[in-house]
């Protein structure tokens, strides 16, 4: 009975549906004050649309939602502020032309004789911002400021925002770095211990079990359970995550010892001195067919800079790149497709997908760039190859016409895999490809890469989850501060890569 | 999982970027069929077909020219403000060619001779049309290259084009009496000449967009360019050629719409066609400002309708100017036809639910 | 200092369009006053301002949607809209303090009603307030197919009134430097606009919504800020300031017709990009409007008073210099693009693309001053070389109650030439009965033709199409050898009275026809004594 009394938010029974999919379903939720309650789930469990519900951006097709005892319709984001829940998402929305302090107090400015104070509003974002222990000038443009900082930022304007009860943070850590997401930590903590609910999404289990209280699984729109963490171990938390054993994970250290066989020694790609002033420093690297290399580091650390590199889109200052011994002189992703280095990017959704074409029409895309304006592919043409992929990939989809963007994450992502792997390429570099995937899918992806390994591509594997580079590399580079720094083979265990990444120490 | 090939449904058609257009031309000819019983006659005279339908087709033609490149130019992402500016400097520059002496001494009995061309026919045709090339290209560097806003690029062409266009004609309205060119606007074989040359460019269009991988990219491009660039699609080749042929294209509709009033005028030809044009191609389902899918014959279709409008309010006796004012509120029933809301209305009233999706 | 202002410019990069802009408008006047001795009379520089409230206040509202990512080109249609309306109403007699009210009233809840469809319609910017403005010009073409003359007293109070300079002129001849009423409450709009844009919630919620291609707008929604209501409200507002600007219209031509504002969406937009706000939104400054407007009608201001270029090449010059400021615009812009994506661009390319950038800059500007200056005769009229230097004489009043009093008194015809080199002024009438009468100012002549003659003359002018609305005044500043004309003619119950300047291209070249025929006709004053 006391813990009810206790509960800030309860949803009773949400159902939510899009054209073609059922996002949630029947779900049960409760937030109490004074906790840190962290939402799970792989992409398309429903966090999100969850979430939207609760601050108003959609509304539920059925099911209740009480807030402080009294039975709701939340009606848009401007009402939730009103009720006290505030939002945090994963792209900051922020409005990015105005200055750090207008962002915070936008809508509530304090007036002078019914204009704003632009003085008082300065002094009071300086100081909302110091109660986060954040310091900084706050006359600044939004744009110009780091990410993390436009998340503290928001954070503060979320605060900020009429006796905000209950706060809301989506997935606030993917762009932060260690020592921020620490700092974020801390603001949260505090927060908490002041009353605050908190409710946490994030897809790093580490970082669920460091601050969360309770954890709520969410699995296919269906509720799983909520728990308390301290009673929840992590391997049974992934298994209630994905269902299934992770024996699909022991049959790829098999995989990847046998693959190693078959590497072959001559050079497939060899860079020399290739660098970028600002975004890496000259780094020497060799690839070779059938061989599966592993990029290790932290955030910022020239991770997807490297990629970009070596696909063509950024023009390095200095160095060279040779191809089975010729030199590279065409610096385009045109002129590296042509050449057979393909490179999936690491924000499928600005980078990858074309979200209004269809399935079909993204797989075949980068080939038909290759064959240029004048050698089109017709339809069947089209079709059969798209065909070949959806099945190669299990690709989920009614069919090939579907456009893409009514598919889930996960399956996104094979369709942008499954365009790179159209241009049979001899070099694929692959930034982040699991990234906001499923489980499930992950370890597809993964046995896929090894697989190619084993026909005798050469593959780059960028991933921030070192486990998982841990997991399928043949050979692991490690970067640190916009530098390569070390190599090692794939049986390196964690803690020499966690020290070359952490440094002398 | 079975997974099925495109199959006929009805959600297609309406689904289908013809269907709107097609709804709104067949609303405006309802209207007309009900307020003014002779709209359909039509008759044979003078060799060739005659009535108001007939009308609507050849005075839309320099309209749906410009439609069928401005699809490609909105498809980027973009939009060409300067098509009207063009289609004056392409008039200049015909008329002058035919007889650079009208700006200086009264050569009074070649001026009226019809067989009188100072300049060979074909250069008559090819050089206007290479200017409104290059014109399409200007556009085209400044938007891919210069990377500026096309709103604004085409502006500058749009406000100093008709000052060029005036500085060649020294702003005199010039007559034109070369009979092969008055052929192009007033010709007939059967239908007005000038709606072959405009199918012809509709052909060109769909061949150069459909038989190639470059429509494919256009869309690509327009919606979103990022990932276009990392799949090996230049972004800057496909938006210059965009530009290029939307030139190309004006230089077409300035020559049919000099030759349909017989007239070179820098001061009013293509004065506010390029908002026609716009909202052709926009009528046509294309998204203005995102950019896209597109479909050349709704953008056509969406030419016709303009053009329908026009005609139809001429037939039942509204003046000149006041038609501004009901092709405004025609523009606005139309544009509401495509919002959100309306759509799903429409959606509801056809019976069209969207099936569930099960997951497997 | 130069450190705080380069810290100033790095921390606030958007101002550079700005202070360009401001910086432009100095140098080329300074420039003007240097080669064109006419420009240095400061009655010429408070013209500018005297000539274009109208534009002023357009320009104003138009920059608060273009800053909240929108774009309204409906500001012709409404200004055509309010002219007529207003004018039509003062001739049912209608109180003006009525009207005027009335009128912004209606051009708010137009752009009300735009701004509707807009926002909660979803309706494209650009094809909402298009619609808008063909519907508003049609609607003043419905109310009225000719121009309807305005004589309403206050109007004409408003558009005579001279708010004398202290300082500048001399109070006790009534002569001297002056601006007028209309200039005093553009003004007042102008300061109130800034207050708004950087002292309100409304005007801070506008810039939150433009820019970054919708993600602002996204965001400010889901800040909780009042998106919908400030959309339609910052339209209200631009229907408002066209309104304004279409009773400054009115008061400035006396007139109401369909024709007024045309083209002047362009005219418009060009003036806001030029004061430094950039079309995709989010940034920009109301103070920049005014030195927009400056600009372009400054350029105007230079090319009439040269006297040897014609209009066009106002065009040609305002696509220029629009071009000068969207680069300008996109550098910056890259610059920032640059920065938010962590791409440092190296020291080398910035320092080239600087270079770049403003060399081709100051080549353009270099050359169109020279062409400016240099460039010889290019016109078709009678101005020569000779008239470079600056104007003689004073140009003498206009005599429009002397004229309406001969018509009454039985001419058919009243026609008078005013201005040219030597500052002539004269009035002539012509009645039925073949009597010519020349006045001008100093002697009076006669002259008898035969009334066929006359007939003739008056079938001659029906036929051009006087009492049509093909023929409708308009008016510009004259160059120094350019006249002004102001004709009436009375012909089979009908009576209408058409001004025009010589030396443009804005009045219908039908008139110059019935000039002609004038000219013939009429007898040539001798000699001044």
Known sequence: ?505 | ?360 | MMQNLSTLFSKNRRLLPLSATIILFFIAYAVGAAYLPGMRDTQVFLNLFNQTPYLLVSVIGETLVVISGGIDLSVGGMVALTTTASAALLRASWNPWVVMPLMLAMGATMGAIMGYFITYLNVQPFIATLAGMWIGRGLAYFISNESIVINDRIYTLLDRTKILIPGLSNVVTQKGDYITPSVVIAMAVFVAANYIAHYTRFGRTIYSIGGANGANEQSARLMGLPVNRTKVLVYTFNGFCSALAGIFLSIYTRSGQGLLGNGMELTVIAAVVIGGTSLIGGEGYVFGALFGVLITILIQTMIQIQGHLITWWTLIMVGVITLFFIGLQSVIANLKIGQIAGTKVSREKRIRQVLLYGGGAALVIVLAVLAFAVLPNATHGSANAAASTSRACQPKPFRPDQAASLMKAGAVISYERNGGANCIDELYAIYPDGRITGDNGTQQIEKQVTSDDVDRLLSFISNAGWFTDNMFSTSHVPCKVCYTYFTSVAYKGQEKTVEAVDGGTDAPPEYWLVTGQFSMIVPIFGPAP
């Open chain 1, 1 to 505: 009975m006391a813990e009810s009394d206790n509960e800030i938010v309860t949803m009773k029974g949400i159902s939510k549906s899009f054209p073609g999919v059922q996002a949630l379903e029947n779900v049960d939720f409760t937030l109490r004050r004074g906790e840190i309650h962290a939402l799970v789930g792989e992409n398309g469990a429903g966090k999100s649309t969850l979430i939207r519900i609760l601050t108003g951006a959609e509304q539920p097709n059925a099911g209740t939602i009480t807030v402080d005892q009294q039975t709701i319709s939340i009606r848009s984001p401007q009402h939730a502020q009103g009720l006290g829940i505030s939002t945090v998402y994963q792209e900051v929305n922020l409005c990015l032309n105005l200055t750090v302090a207008e962002n915070i107090l936008i809508g509530r400015e304090p007036m002078k004789w019914g204009s704003i104070d632009w003085k008082t509003m300065n002094a009071r974002a300086k100081q909302i911002l110091h109660g986060l222990d954040v310091d900084l000038d706050v006359t600044q443009t939004l744009g110009n400021c780091s990410v993390a900082i436009q998340q503290m930022a928001a954070i503060a304007r979320a605060l900020e925002v009429s006796s905000a009860r209950v706060l809301v943070l989506d997935e606030p850590t993917s762009s932060l770095s260690t020592h921020e997401t620490e700092q974020l930590f801390g603001v949260m903590r505090k927060l908490k211990s002041e009353g605050m609910a908190i409710i946490f999404i994030t897809h790093f289990l580490d970082q669920v079990y460091k601050v969360a209280d309770r954890i709520t699984v969410l699995r296919n729109g269906k509720l799983l359970g909520t728990y308390a963490t301290a009673t929840l171990p992590r391997l049974e938390l992934i298994t209630k995550m994905i269902g299934r054993t992770l024996t699909e994970f022991d049959e790829m250290a098999q995989l990847k010892h046998e693959s190693g066989q078959h590497i072959k020694s001559e050079v497939l790609l060899d860079a020399k001195g290739v660098g970028q002033t600002g975004s890496i420093e000259p780094f020497d690297l060799e690839l070779h067919a059938g061989e599966v290399v592993g990029l290790a580091g932290l955030l910022g650390s020239g991770r997807t800079e490297m990629a970009r590199l070596l696909f063509g889109l950024d023009k390095p200052d200095g160095g060279s790149i040779t191809m089975d011994g010729k030199p590279v002189r065409n610096y385009s992703p045109t002129g590296s497709i042509e050449r057979g280095v393909a490179l999936c990017p690491e924000d499928r959704k600005a980078e990858g997908v074309i979200a209004d074409l269809t399935v079909r029409e993204n797989i075949i895309l980068a080939m038909q760039a290759s064959l240029g304006w004048f050698k089109h592919l017709n339809s069947q043409e089209q079709y059969e190859i798209a065909e070949k992929y959806i099945e190669l990939l299990n690709i989920t989809t009614p069919s090939g016409d579907q456009p893409v963007k009514n598919l889930s994450g996960g399956n996104q992502q094979k369709v942008i895999l499954a365009r790179w792997l159209a241009t049979n390429p001899r070099l694929l570099i692959l930034d982040e490809p699991t990234k906001g995937i499923d489980v499930g899918t992950k370890a597809e992806i993964q046995k896929l890469v090894l697989s190619l390994a084993e026909e005798g591509k050469s593959c780059m594997f960028i991933s921030s989850e070192l486990e998982e580079v841990l997991r399928i590399s043949h050979r692991i580079v490690v970067l640190r501060e916009r530098k390569k720094i070390a190599e090692f083979g794939g049986d390196v265990g964690d803690r020499k890569i966690m020290q070359a990444i952490a440094g002398s120490e």
């Open chain 2, 1 to 360: 999982m079975k997974r099925s090939k495109s199959s006929f449904e009805w959600r297609k058609v309406t689904e289908s970027k013809l269907f709107f257009p097609l709804v709104a031309l067949a609303l405006i000819l309802l209207f007309d069929l009900i307020f003014i019983p002779t709209f359909f006659h039509i008759t044979f005279q003078q060799g060739h077909l005659y009535g108001s339908l007939i009308d609507i087709l050849r005075n839309s033609m320099p309209v749906v020219a410009l439609a069928i490149g401005m699809t490609l130019v909105i498809a980027t992402g973009g939009v060409d403000l300067s098509v009207g500016a063009i289609m004056a400097i392409v008039s200049s520059v015909a008329a002058l060619l035919m007889n650079p002496f009208v700006l200086g001494t009264q050569l009074q009995a070649i001026k009226n001779n019809p067989t009188y061309s100072y300049s060979p026919f074909w250069v008559v045709i090819l050089l206007p049309l290479i200017v409104a090339t290059i014109c399409g290209l200007w556009n085209g560097l400044l938007v891919a290259h210069g990377k500026i806003q096309p709103m604004v690029a085409t502006l500058i062409l749009m406000i100093s084009g008709r000052g060029i266009a005036q500085l060649i004609t020294n702003s005199q309205k010039i007559q034109i009496f070369y009979g092969p060119f008055r052929y192009i606007g007033n010709g007939w074989i059967l239908l007005p000449f000038s709606l072959f040359i405009v199918v012809f460019l509709y052909v060109l269009a769909w061949l150069l967009t459909r038989r190639t991988a470059i429509g494919l990219f256009i869309e690509s491009v327009g919606i979103n360019s990022r990932s276009s660039l990392f799949s090996g699609i230049d972004e800057k080749k496909i938006k210059l050629f965009a530009y290029v042929f939307c030139g190309f294209c004006a230089g077409i509709a300035g020559l049919i719409a000099t030759s349909n009033i017989s007239t070179s005028d820098a001061t009013s030809l293509g004065l506010n066609t390029e908002l026609d044009a716009i909202l052709a191609v926009v009528i046509g389902g294309t998204l203005l400002g995102a950019g896209g899918r597109f479909s050349l014959l709704a953008s056509a279709i969406g030419g016709l309708v303009m053009q329908a409008v026009t005609t139809s309010m001429y037939a039942i006796g509204v003046s000149a100017n006041s038609l501004l004012a009901v092709k405004g509120v025609v523009v606005i029933l139309i544009i509401l036809l495509y919002a959100q809301q309306v759509q799903g209305l429409i959606r509801k009233i056809t019976g069209r639910t969207k099936l569930k999706e099960t997951k497997p």
